[in-house]
């Protein structure tokens, strides 16, 4: 285990982090099966929610690309499709345990946010009841960076004054949360929840320095390195 003695932010991601995306992304799987199926295609839900978790197994940026490739063979057939489908923001919820997980560390460090995003987002932490715990808000449509660019990572810490040292990152995805912040010397935590659970552990560099299984568990880990640093 790292020494963390001097950790001053935590920074999260939002989305599978804080908010669960589970409704929205199995909704938009749903349009794009009654679209195919509208056009003669035979998809079925379940074929979809494998593919997705494939194309996190494989690093794939666009999960909905893939399936949209793999199961559509007209090419027109595969623009109109994509023309249609929306992502559902609407549908998001926090995790049950985030307002409670946020309140009691924000006692204890500064919160941060490194998501990319759709514009709004501090509305809707504003909506959840989150954003009064949060201290920097770093979102990509606000900012014109988005992961894994380190440099929204940069704009992150420089709004908090804070070394990379003292911070740690907490995500879902290997690719955008856990590589880019090690590559700036951050302490990195994984949570596995959403499909970025799916992404296989890379080289021991790339590896996060904790991994948790929900927000809950990082109660214990946290404040038990709290209790020891005071």
């Known amino acids: 285990m790292p020494d963390v003695r001097g950790?001053?932010?935590?920074?999260?991601?939002?989305?599978?982090?804080?908010?669960?995306?589970?409704?929205?992304?199995?909704?938009?799987?749903?349009?794009?099966?009654?679209?195919?199926?509208?056009?003669?295609?035979?998809?079925e839900m379940q074929t979809v929610r494998?593919?997705?978790?494939?194309?996190?197994?494989?690093?794939e940026q666009w999960p909905m690309k893939l399936a949209i490739r793999t199961?559509?063979?007209?090419?027109?057939?595969?623009?109109?499709?994509?023309?249609?489908?929306?992502?559902?923001?609407?549908?998001?919820?926090?995790?049950?345990?985030?307002?409670?997980?946020l309140q009691t560390l924000s006692q204890h460090y500064k919160i941060g946010i490194i998501a990319n995003q759709s514009p709004g987002t501090e509305n809707r932490l504003d909506s959840y009841g989150l954003r009064k715990y949060v201290d920097v808000l770093a979102c990509s449509a606000e900012e014109g960076v988005s992961k894994p660019d380190p440099e929204l990572y940069a704009v992150a810490l420089k709004q908090a004054g804070c070394k990379p040292?003292?911070?740690?990152?907490?995500?879902?995805?290997?690719?955008?949360?856990?590589?880019?912040?090690?590559?700036?010397g951050m302490h990195t935590i994984r949570i596995?929840?959403?499909y970025g659970r799916f992404q296989?552990?890379?080289?021991?560099?790339?590896?996060?320095?904790?991994?948790?299984?929900?927000?809950?568990?990082?109660?214990?880990?946290?404040?038990v390195t709290q209790s020891s640093d005071n």
């Open 7 to 43: 950790i001053q932010w935590l920074f999260f991601d939002v989305g599978d982090t804080l908010v669960d995306e589970w409704e929205p992304v199995d909704d938009i799987i749903g349009q794009f099966v009654r679209e195919a199926c509208a056009l003669g295609y035979q998809v």
């Open 50 to 59: 494998e593919l997705f978790a494939a194309s996190y197994r494989n690093y």
């Open 71 to 101: 199961l559509i063979s007209d090419e027109g057939h595969r623009e109109q499709i994509q023309e249609k489908l929306k992502f559902r923001k609407e549908l998001e919820r926090p995790f049950a345990s985030a307002d409670a997980v």
């Open 165 to 184: 040292e003292e911070a740690v990152m907490i995500g879902d995805r290997i690719d955008n949360d856990i590589i880019p912040a090690k590559k700036l």
């Open 192 to 194: 596995l929840q959403g």
């Open 200 to 223: 296989p552990e890379l080289a021991d560099a790339e590896r996060p320095d904790w991994t948790v299984e929900s927000l809950e568990e990082l109660l214990p880990l946290l404040m």
